[in-house]
């Protein structure tokens, strides 16, 4: 199967790169360097021209504060280029998989978001990625769309580099605790991305849509910097451990709001794999673990 994955530099991405060599498959990226993803126009030419037998688009403007700043930007690759991406597959007849996020709730739930609860995005990223989420639906019978939440992985920046950086520089950090979600191992997502497409080229009428695709166990920001730092202690990853103070989202604004509770529940994801979703916890050791973290 000729697999096509747009983007090859983010965390998802790359880990799609090395599950692909795990697996022995071949897969054609293509990374900002061979398209520019937020001209819709190239990014159509390119997946046509690649004829591929199906899409994993794991590209995204994921800077949430800046596209407040740079919403034109947001939109165009969140967005517009998202539904040149499904226009492409439905003229070559092929499926899609598609990485979305938690970001298109707004986080006002006490229970587990599946996928048909409201979606209310807060910002314009959330929002970005909905239209483009809509854009897949309104185009495509065949795909599917993963949202996901709090993705960290071995390459690329994420939450949990930017605690090992902190650790190294200061004795004592304030951290978020009012909001909570569920951390995700890229390398995770990638598996199931891979899985998905194993059981398409076994069979053609899968079911189809939209999942949410999180790994287990849910905590707060601080409660998550709290086992980084446990993990990266055992692991040596870090020579000292500090000290962390629970604050208030009030207490740390950003430009963007953040949802308070980032809970999405995976259950038809669960019942379509036939097997629970991973825990982060052991993405975390896996990660702290690695000979190198880029």
Sequence with gaps: MNILLLGASGQVAWSCLHEANNRNVFLKA?????????????????VISSSPDIVVNAVAYTAVDKAEEEQTLATRVNSESVHSIAKACKQLDIPLIHLSTDYVFDGGASTPYTETSE???????????????????????????????????????????????????????????????????ASHIAEIIFDLISMYEERVDLPWGTYHLADNDVVSWYEFAGEIFKTASQAGAID???????INTCDYPTPAKRPAYSVLC???????????????????????????ID
């Excluded at 293509?30 to 390119?46: T, Y």
């Excluded at 807060?122 to 483009?132: D, Q, R, T």
Aim: hydrophobic share 40%.
């Design 30 to 46: 293509l990374s900002r360097k061979d398209v520019d993803f937020g001209n819709p126009i190239d990014v159509e030419k390119a």
């Design 240 to 246: 000292k451990v500090p000290n962390i103070e629970p």
């Design 266 to 292: 995976c259950y038809k994801l669960e019942a379509l794999l036939k097997r629970p979703m991973a825990n982060w916890k052991n993405g975390l050791e896996t990660m702290l673990q690695a000979n190198s």
């Design 119 to 185: 979606v209310s995005p807060l910002g314009v990223y959330g929002a970005s990625k909905y239209n483009g989420e809509e854009a897949i639906r309104d185009t495509l019978s065949r795909y599917f769309i993963l949202r996901t939440s709090w993705v960290f992985g071995i390459h690329g920046n994420n939450f949990v580099k930017t605690m090992l950086r902190l650790a190294k520089e200061h004795e004592s950090l304030r951290i978020v605790a009012d909001q909570v979600g569920k951390p995700t191992f």
